[in-house]
């Protein structure tokens, strides 16, 4: 198990972001949510994804870098539930994380939110394609 979440892991191109919005299933899963699709990737990763902290709700920029450091950090830990089913489904999912209540947990707490997300994103895509 690798507990890496590298640079190829980082989705970076506007045109899939702009896609995600545009065409993209969203889940929320409190205090999560989640913009997703099935997109072809040139690199073998099972996904990519973004983290977002609306300036909206954190004011300061302080608060939305911790908020996104945290919630990399749980993502991180937990990223092999979701890996391992895209990888045996043979998929390859581009998602964008928006962090969307002021209210900032623990990152004990985020782990389990993080989970309980990955669990609906795989009950979502098993809907999808049955």
Do not use: W
């Amino acid at each position: 198990m690798n507990y890496k979440l590298g640079k190829n892991y980082k989705l970076c191109s506007k045109t899939i972001i702009h896609s995600l919005f545009d065409t993209g299933t969203t889940i929320k899963s409190y205090p999560f949510v989640a913009i997703l699709k099935e997109v072809e990737f040139d690199t073998k990763t099972p996904f990519k994804v973004v983290f977002s902290a609306p300036k909206r709700t954190f004011k300061k920029a302080v608060q939305r870098n911790l908020i996104k450091r945290k919630s990399k950090e749980a993502f991180r830990v937990n990223k092999n539930i979701i890996e391992s089913y895209l990888k045996q489904n043979n998929k390859q999912i581009a998602l964008f994380l928006v962090y969307s209540t002021p209210e900032e947990f623990d990152h004990i707490i985020l782990q389990k939110k993080i989970a309980k997300l990955f669990d609906k994103i795989i009950k979502k895509l098993d809907e999808s394609h049955p």
